[in-house]
């Protein structure tokens, strides 16, 4: 799974600078770990929405509406001058080194 999502990490890359004088913005939403029917076939997948919900910054996981709102944006005029990005919607889990204090 690594591989294939750091290949789309950068055909995003590159797609947004082949295809920016074009007017094409090419963006990826990350969203971390989410409840749905699909995950819940995971071994382990409960433990690790506790672990992120406990341990984000905003101590909450992502949500279908929290992503939802992100390529609302993406796809609006707000966001006229992103590209090229990747938009993580995990409560800022993406920024840990490692887990709270609280949480050692």
Same mark, same amino acid.
């Given at each position: 799974?690594?591989?294939? /999502?750091? %290949?789309? @990490? ?27 029917? %699909?995950? %819940? ?5 409960? /433990?690790?929405?506790?672990?992120? @919900? ?10 279908? @509406? ?11 005029? %707000? ?5 090229? @990005? ?19």
């Amino acid at each position: 799974m690594g591989v294939a /999502k750091a %290949a789309l @990490e950068s055909a995003v890359r590159y797609l947004a600078n082949d295809l920016g004088p074009d007017g094409i913005r090419v963006n990826a939403i990350s969203p971390g770990p989410m409840k749905t029917l %699909a995950g %819940a076939a995971i071994s382990g997948a409960r /433990k690790t929405f506790r672990q992120t @919900e406990a341990n984000a910054p905003l101590r909450a996981n992502a949500t279908l @509406e929290a992503v939802g709102g992100t390529a609302v944006y993406l796809a609006s005029d %707000a966001g006229s001058c992103t590209s090229g @990005e990747i938009i993580r919607v995990d409560g800022g889990y993406h920024v840990l080194g490692m887990p709270q204090p609280e949480n050692l």
